[in-house]
Nanobody, 126 residues
Framework: VQLQASGGGSVQAGGSMRLSCTTS????????VAWFRQAPGQEREFVAA????????SYANSVKGRFTISRDNAQNTVFLQMNSLAQEDTAVYFC????????????????????WGQGTQVTVSS
């Protein structure tokens, strides 16, 4: 499964941005999908995930209430709507997909995901 992330760019603090992740192979409908991000010099960290089994979203505490993950199975697309962006949200954002349905506590683990997109840069300026 090949994933393609898009929608990144530059925005001022307080602004919004929507990222998209698409696949040209198969469908997302039976995959758990997630977004991770990696800032320069830092490890890749979990942002949000959406399980296909129960359709429950999970969010990192740092983005809860500001970011929303959703999926459109008909378009084979996963979205990350980001509102109230802050400078600390600056990072390369990666989408990922897992064929299994990780347990709730493992959704943030990089090792749970089988497929990764190439990343899209999000830059938030003051």
């Amino acid at each position: 499964v090949q994933l393609q992330a898009s929608g990144g760019g530059s925005v001022q603090a307080g602004g919004s941005m929507r990222l998209s992740c698409t696949t040209s192979e198969g469908t997302f409908s039976s995959y758990t999908v997630a977004w991770f991000r990696q800032a320069p010099g830092q490890e890749r960290e979990f942002v949000a995930a959406h399980r296909w089994t129960d359709r429950r979203p999970s969010y990192a505490n740092s983005v809860k209430g500001r970011f929303t993950i959703s999926r459109d199975n008909a378009q084979n697309t996963v979205f990350l709507q980001m509102n109230s962006l802050a400078q600390e949200d600056t990072a390369v954002y990666f989408c990922a997909a897992a064929q299994r349905s990780p347990v709730w506590s493992a959704l943030g683990s990089i090792q749970q995901y089988d497929y990764w997109g190439q990343g899209t840069q999000v830059t938030v300026s003051s």
